[in-house]
């Protein structure tokens, strides 16, 4: 309804408010102050948001930012294609709520569209900051294979496929012959896993926790007996410190694997921990604590992104 009145000073307008006024015979009996004071306290009840507006505006987002996440964090591993298409079909339902509230004037609409859309591109990086930091390795532990009583004189070829190995009792981290590789400053140290006379095939490794040589203090290094989960990551750097390690070290460590070259192979490069159930579950914790955390943040954002925008509109 839009009407200019003298009386009122101002053109007042009213979108989906359902007024019926006889103007040519009942629109002085507007005139009034009192009459004047009391419509305009009524449209202003009309257009101040509800609690339920605010409710949504500030659960909804935190709901998608917690899905996307979690999806991103916990099942990309296995089902990327399933997850990117719930993405996709999440930044459908935002467009349509945009959309929809362009069409039909409803500001409390478009802005949680766009609430959804943000939540959408944060949840993303979030999930897959999870997935590549944690999960990625819970996965290697949980799918790979398992294997006991190695002796580390033994081809690591013959365990390619380990993601946990335990070795003989009696094995070591040779800490006195590690060497530290120095890429894009960071140092990837390693050092040879050894056995009493024998000659190292496998290797543990970690990132700036050694010096260029010598000082090894990677994971669990003092411990004897210890067990070795296998790396993925920074292997090419790795294969370089240790065939610098092997170059360096040669009359005490002897010849590694060779390649089908004759050069130096890698061997197998692990994290030498003490228990490696203990590692997997405190992956699983982290993942956890890491998106708990983040949707915490991310609802105390969206309350407040909410709050604002209902004092907006209420105004």
Not at 31 to 42: I, T
Request: net charge neutral; charged share 15%; hydrophobic share 45%.
């Amino acid at each position: 309804l839009t009407y200019n009145h003298p009386s009122f000073g101002t053109e007042q307008t009213c979108k989906g408010i359902r007024l019926c006024i006889h103007l040519s015979e009942n629109m002085r009996s507007f005139d009034a102050p009192g009459q004047r004071s009391l419509l305009q306290a009524g449209l202003a009840r009309k257009v101040s948001p509800k609690p339920l507006d605010f409710v949504v505006l500030a659960l909804l987002p935190c709901i998608i930012f917690s899905l996307v996440a979690g999806l991103f964090g916990f099942a990309f591993q296995d089902y990327a294609q399933l997850v990117w298409a719930l993405v996709g079909a999440c930044s459908l339902l935002s467009l349509l709520f945009i959309s929809m509230g362009s069409a039909s004037g409803k500001a409390a609409q478009v802005a949680l569209g766009i609430l959804l859309m943000s939540a959408i591109g944060l949840g993303v990086p979030v999930g897959l900051f999870v997935e590549r930091r944690y999960m990625r390795q819970f996965w290697e532990m949980d799918s790979g294979a398992t294997y006991r009583e190695v002796d580390p004189a033994s081809p690591s070829a013959s365990h390619a496929d380990a993601s946990v190995v335990h070795f003989q009792r009696g094995t070591f981290v040779d800490t006195t012959h590690s060497v530290g590789y120095m890429e894009n400053g960071k140092i990837f140290c390693v050092a040879p896993i050894v056995k009493a006379g024998t000659i190292s095939t496998y290797w543990a490794v970690g990132k700036n926790c050694c010096q260029q040589r010598g000082d090894f203090k990677c994971g669990d290094a003092h411990l004897e007996d210890g067990v070795g989960v296998v790396v993925h990551e920074g292997l090419s750097q790795y294969q370089s410190a240790a065939r610098m390690a092997t170059a360096t070290y040669s009359s005490k460590l002897g010849q590694s694997d060779t390649d089908s070259h004759g050069n130096a192979a890698s061997g197998l490069f692990v994290q030498w921990i003490s228990d490696a159930s203990t590692l997997k579950s405190s992956l699983w914790d982290r993942a956890m604590f890491v998106v708990v955390v983040a949707a915490g943040l991310h609802l105390a954002g969206s309350g407040t992104a909410a709050l604002i925008l209902g004092r907006a509109l209420a105004s």
